[in-house]
């Protein structure tokens, strides 16, 4: 037997309980405080680190029409909308959403849900959302239309899986398939991040040694040869390493002025069209990095869509979430292009393939999905293998940096060294 911590909420009076039980494996612990009239919100074995996302299994029922929305008699004005920024981050929101999914699906209807959420949330901006989306809630207002209000914490993709799960009466599963999307983006998200992560790492690492070294070394070893030379000419190697140490040590200030200068500058001209256009081109085609951008667009956009497909969203509407949600204004272009080709009456993959983006197996993996009706299917099974995809290139090319961030780092300090050992060379030969 296992012993389990758990939380859960009372079923009849939706209060919080925390405890533990004994049982051999997850899911019978689940099954036991069900028996005991709780929903469970996550369960661990004692001494592991806790998750916030339940493990139990979920009912079978599903909440009825009134989980849905309350019927409260007229509407009051609704409270204005609190937006907040990144505050609330995606991982606070994944968790909300599957908590969510676990209680509707339990059969507790969607207010009371909220403001069990509510009751436990510790950060003081996400509680007053989710207190403001109980509000629109209670005054009569679908849930839909409480997540309208907070454009900045929910967006499209969202709103509109809600609103198509609150129409056809499955909000439940449609918060579960919101929940799964939401963590298969991060873990996505992560990995390509975290790939990029070494590199930059390794050039901070580097430029601050070689700031050293032009700041506080060099100098020393400029008063030597400068000694011991007695006026001779030094190699023009050195010259140049000393001319670029002065230049940093005198203008220190003007130096990061310039570097600050060129980030912001750079930013800047990123948000222009013709900026935003240029990187995300080299994001998609750069040697070595342009692969793991590309595979991890497609399988951002093959799942999103897939997603809302599944969820009820209507094909044009999804289309135009999935390119609002791309992250690639060339992906956003061709799914644009697929739109107006969809909206004409054309199928999604001939356009598709038209555009010169997708790999050809990708458009071939969605018209058999097309023809055989099972297209959102399709969709998130192409997402799955290019997730796989991501894993590869994310391996394969953190193999490569680390080798090719070395050789960086041995070519600039192996200059300075070479730049500094010139003049000892001619100070042995003058001695000679």
């Known amino acids: 037997m296992i012993k389990f911590n758990y939380s859960a909420i009372e079923s009849a009076s939706g209060k919080e309980r925390k405890g533990s039980v004994e049982s051999p494996t997850q899911e019978q612990a689940s099954a036991e405080l069900k028996a005991m009239g709780l929903i469970p919100t996550s369960i661990t ?18 909440s009825s029409g009134s989980s849905s929305k309350v019927e409260a008699g007229p509407a009051k004005p609704k409270k204005k909308g609190i937006t907040f920024g990144r505050i609330i981050n995606n991982d606070s929101l994944t968790v909300f959403t599957r ?14 849900s909220l403001e ?21 809630i209670r005054s009569g207002g679908n849930f839909s239309d409480g997540l309208l209000q907070h454009p900045k914490v929910f967006d499209r993709l ?11 009466g499955v909000l439940g599963t449609v918060l579960e398939r919101l ?4 963590e298969k983006s991060e873990k996505i998200k992560g990995k390509v991040k975290a790939a990029m992560t070494y590199p930059v790492i390794i050039v901070f690492v580097a430029v601050a040694i070689v700031g050293a070294l032009m700041v506080f070394v060099i100098p020393q070893f400029e008063k030597i040869f400068s000694g011991m030379l007695k006026g001779q000419s030094m190699p023009a190697l050195t010259l140049a390493v000393l001319a670029v140490s002065n230049f940093i040590k005198n203008h220190i200030i003007i130096t990061i002025g310039v570097g600050a200068a060129g980030y912001f500058s750079f930013k800047a001209w990123h948000k222009t069209t013709k900026g935003t256009r240029t990187v995300d081109w080299l994001l998609l085609n750069a040697p070595g990095v342009g ?3 590309l595979k991890s667009s497609i399988s951002r956009f093959t799942r999103t869509l ?3 497909l599944a969820s009820g969203v209507p094909i044009l509407q999804a289309l135009l979430i999935t390119r609002d949600t791309s992250g690639n204004v060339h992906v956003a272009d061709a799914l644009n292009l697929v739109h107006d080709r969809v909206k004409e009456g054309d199928n999604v993959a001939r356009p598709l393939d038209s555009t010169n983006v997708f790999p050809s197996m990708v458009t071939s993996m969605i018209e058999v999905g097309e023809e055989t009706g099972a297209l959102p299917e399709m969709l998130n099974r192409v997402a799955d293998t290019y997730d796989d995809e991501v894993d590869n290139s994310v391996a394969g090319l953190t193999s490569i940096i680390e080798p090719v ?21 001619k100070i042995i030969q003058t001695l000679s």
């Open 45 to 62: 074995a004692a001494g592991a680190s806790a998750k916030p996302n339940p493990v139990a299994k979920k009912d079978e029922k599903k």
């Open 158 to 168: 969202y709103v509109n899986m809600i609103k198509a799960g609150e129409a056809g």
């Open 291 to 293: 692969p793991l951008f």
């Open 116 to 136: 069990t959420l509510g009751r436990q949330e510790k950060n003081p901006l996400f509680k007053e959302v989710i207190d403001s989306l109980v509000d629109n």
């Open 405 to 425: 961030m070395i050789v960086f780092m041995a070519v600039v300090v192996g200059t300075i060294v070479i730049a500094l050992f010139l003049p000892i060379v």
């Open 179 to 182: 929940s799964r999307f939401m």
């Open 99 to 112: 908590q969510l999914a676990t209680l509707v699906n339990a059969g507790m209807p969607i207010m009371r």
């Open 306 to 308: 897939g997603t809302l």
